[in-house]
């Protein structure tokens, strides 16, 4: 592999060639969410990438029934009888309008820019340009992209795999958006070629909720329904989330809650616009009138400390029934279904108060005030994203979430539960289908039985361990389903040179992005459709299905015409890339010509999913079992819930350093970057922002608009992300927040959470220095 290229300080710097001149403004943070600017903003992007009559056909189209899953979050559908007409979120439109958008990336784009040029434009420009409309390959040497046909480009795929020493020298990626039906394709390929390399963008968001719940509960997914919220919960905690921009359909789904008379808590270190009033643009309330106060408190709990807030809590609870025996817990339901009660109390009445305090950055009385809502609540609701799952400490996190939980009984009953939301429309499901390098091996047994083949049973690569591999030049082959795989993951220079150390490089996309400019010896980017178009194969018009958050499994079919001839479906390109490489023996063709052959073969194969046919075609779908919701049983190796023993930690930061966590803006989508602004935290023009708080922003001797580098400090070296804005902002004192993927560069690689190895990207620890181009003008104006 070749040297890391450095800076003359020795730290790493952001790839992709120079940062963009930061010229961003700030005017603080919204205090309300949506309302007629949510419209306003959607009706702009939309009809700029659409025009109107190709927005109308989409957008009404858009998770109803007969129409087409959103390609961005997988928040839950209402009931199919109450759905409204317009069922989608200012973020949901520009998702939509960014895939069915009229601009093409055709073979003329591709003649007119080299790798060079292309290498040089930022990831908002290179997505802004259009749908991929044409296969392209990329030969050893080459400098640009040319076409290439389909049968030529899943020929070198197939002789480059055939060609492997061993077939765990590939590695096959999945991104959340890819359908049940080809997820479960893939799968197959990947495992019917030799190898469980399966890294996946789960890897990277909610391994660590999956890893804690089936440790604690049996069952990698939250027990929550979209009624569960709306009609049963009386308090809902939300934490390490910001459902405004993350997940905005939520907000109607808490506002209904509210109207029941639910009460709503939100933990986080930066005050949201979501935890404000939300102005729902489907009422007149929300257009006209004061809109709906959501969060009855708010926590500002300090970067990674959300485990000493939930170990606070349970101390609160603990105590209280010390002080009372049978007044707080539910110890019947503790006898019946629990196991490692004592130890967890001892652990919790040895907590030390202090280091609650100092951990959190919560008082001891706004934890005993957030306490009592609590146990004035029959049920509660515990919700979650990736501000709780990229820490060191993130499994622990969670399991002491699930203690909290079952302290009162709140598991398997109505209104109550763990509800990990998930961020990407079909993440969830991908790993049902079995995209994930660890299956167990009963699901390996029925896929035997199913295709006649024995799958390998050695775990394979998660992401971080799939760079690893090819860093160290032990991947030969990438191939990535969707996603942009260098910019989603960390260490930005790493992967980025771990991408081009392998020999071919495989893309199956609808957009170009930087990925697709970090190739190996060689590489092809094969253009698929996306969700808002018709899926055409020699049976007829074809359907999809997706999970979403909630378990709940729906039908999705497109409406518009394919962006190009030249366009196939995700499944139509892995079904092909299984007969280049092993015939028709497995029946790629009969999939990949009616995808009810491909649900046929996972109903015997992935349970709950008997009778797939008949009941997908139900309105709505129907939802998945999870024993410790339906029937209080849990599939652990003793049958019962664990409670565990977490002693709260936090990251050690040096003194004059600062904890930086990673967020989205309001105008983007994981690393899709819809615009440069951020409405939400008031920021306008510019995406290379550092929020500090304003008595670190004088400690550092730094004001409000100064231009700052980055560096983060790591026991492998320092890496420096240049050219940031610092920006005052209500921050924790001693805690940052910055956009990714920007500050990706950031994250080492052996940064992870323990156990479930995702990246740590919401607790780095950085020093802010004055930019490096500021302080050289500095010292030149000095020596003059």
């Known amino acids: 592999m070749a040297e890391q290229p450095t800076n003359p300080t020795g730290t790493q710097e952001s790839a992709g060639g120079p940062p963009p001149a930061p010229h961003p403004t700030s005017s603080g943070p919204a205090k309300s969410s949506v309302g007629l600017h949510g419209i306003t903003e959607s009706a702009r992007y939309s009809l700029a990438e659409m025009g109107p009559r190709r927005s109308l056909q989409t957008l009404l189209s858009v998770n109803h029934v007969d129409g ?45 820019h080299s790798i060079a040029d292309l290498s040089e434009r930022d990831g908002h420009w ?61 799968q197959l390929l990947a495992r019917r070629f030799g190898t469980n390399n399966l890294p996946d963008c789960s890897n990277m968001c909610h391994e660590s909720s999956g890893a804690a719940l089936t440790e604690t509960l049996g069952v990698g997914k939250g027990l929550v329904s979209y009624s569960d919220i709306t009609d049963h919960a009386d308090l809902i905690i939300i934490v390490g989330q910001n459902p405004g921009t993350c997940h905005p359909r939520m907000l109607t789904a808490l506002e209904q809650a509210k109207r029941r008379g639910a009460r709503i808590i939100a933990a986080n270190p930066l005050p949201e616009a979501a935890f404000g009033r939300f102005h729902n643009p489907q009422t007149p309330r929300g257009l006209v009138g004061p809109g709906t106060k959501l969060a009855d408190r708010y926590l500002p709990v300090r970067v990674g400390g959300d485990l000493a807030l939930f170990a606070g809590l349970n101390r609160v609870l603990i105590d209280r029934e010390d002080a009372g025996p049978g007044s707080t817990l539910d110890h019947d339901f503790i006898n019946r279904y629990c196991e490692g009660f004592e130890a967890a109390a001892a652990a919790w009445r040895a907590l030390d108060w202090s280091r609650i305090e100092t951990l959190s950055g919560l008082s001891r009385r706004r934890i005993e005030d957030c306490a009592a809502d609590v146990l004035a ?57 079995g995209i994930w390098e660890q299956m167990p091996d009963a699901f390996l047994d029925s896929l035997r039985d199913e295709f006649g083949f024995d799958p390998p049973r050695a775990h394979g690569l998660d992401t971080v361990d799939s760079i690893r591999a090819m860093r160290d030049g032990k991947v030969d082959v990438f191939i990535g389903l969707g996603g942009n795989f260098a910019s989603a993951t960390p260490d930005t220079e790493v ?27 060689e590489a092809l980017l094969l253009p698929c459709l996306g969700r808002t178009e018709r899926d055409q194969q020699a049976s007829g018009e074809q359907f999809v299905t997706v999970e979403d958050t909630m378990a709940m499994v729906h039908a999705s079919r497109g409406r518009l015409l394919p962006g190009s001839p030249h366009l196939r479906s995700e499944v139509a390109i892995v079904a092909g890339l299984g007969h280049a490489l092993f015939g028709d023996a497995l029946g790629w063709r009969a999939m990949r010509d009616d995808y009810a052959v491909i649900r046929r073969h996972i109903e015997h194969v992935v349970p709950g999913f008997h009778a797939f046919e008949q009941r997908i075609r139900q309105p709505g779908g129907f939802m998945l079992p999870r024993a410790p919701r339906d029937s209080r049983t849990f599939p652990t190796a ?43 935290r008031g920021i306008k023009g510019g995406r290379r922002v550092v929020f500090l708080n304003r008595d670190d922003l004088r400690d550092l001797r730094l004001r409000d608009g100064d231009l700052v580098d980055l560096v983060s400090v790591n026991p492998d070296g320092e890496r420096r992300a240049p050219g940031f804005r610092a920006v005052r902002y209500p921050t924790p004192r001693g805690c940052a927040a910055a956009y990714y993927p920007e500050t990706n560069v950031l994250v080492a690689l052996d940064s992870t959470a323990e156990t479930s190895n995702t990246p740590a990207t919401k607790s780095i620890v950085i020093r802010v220095e004055p930019a490096a181009s500021t302080a050289r003008r500095t010292s030149r104006r000095a020596t003059a």
Request: with cysteine; charged share 20%.
């Open 68 to 112: 087409f899953d959103c390609p961005s979050c997988a928040w839950g559908d209402p009931d199919p009888d109450h759905r409204k007409i317009a069922e989608f979120c200012e973020n949901g439109a520009k998702a939509v309008a960014w895939e069915a958008t009229r601009k093409r990336v055709d073979a003329a784009f591709f003649a007119e």
């Open 126 to 186: 290179l997505e802004s340009q259009g749908r991929l409309a044409h296969p392209m390959h990329l030969a050893p040497g080459a400098t640009h992209y040319v076409p290439i046909t389909w049968q030529d480009a899943l020929a070198i795929t197939a002789d480059r795999l055939r060609g492997l020493a061993d077939p765990d020298r590939a590695v096959f990626y999945t991104s959340g958006r890819t359908s049940n039906e080809a997820a479960f394709l893939y």
């Open 377 to 433: 609540a029959g049920s509660v609701i515990v919700c979650w994203a990736m501000g709780l799952t990229q820490h060191r400490n993130a499994v622990a996190t969670i399991r002491e979430i699930v203690n909290f939980l079952l302290l009162r009984g709140n598991v398997g009953r109505p209104g109550a539960g763990p509800a990990p939301i998930r961020g990407h429309s079909n993440v969830q499901g991908d790993r049902t289908m």
């Open 495 to 521: 992967t980025e040179a771990a991408l081009a150390n392998c020999d071919l490089t495989v893309h199956i996309a609808t957009k170009l992005n930087r990925s697709h400019l970090c190739h190996g010896t």
């Open 638 to 680: 003793t049958g019962t819930a664990h409670f565990t023993v977490n002693p709260p930690t936090a990251p050690e930061v040096p003194q004059g350093h600062l904890l930086l966590t990673t967020v989205r803006s309001h105008d983007q989508f994981n690393t899709t970057v819809y615009g440069l602004d951020d409405r939400y």
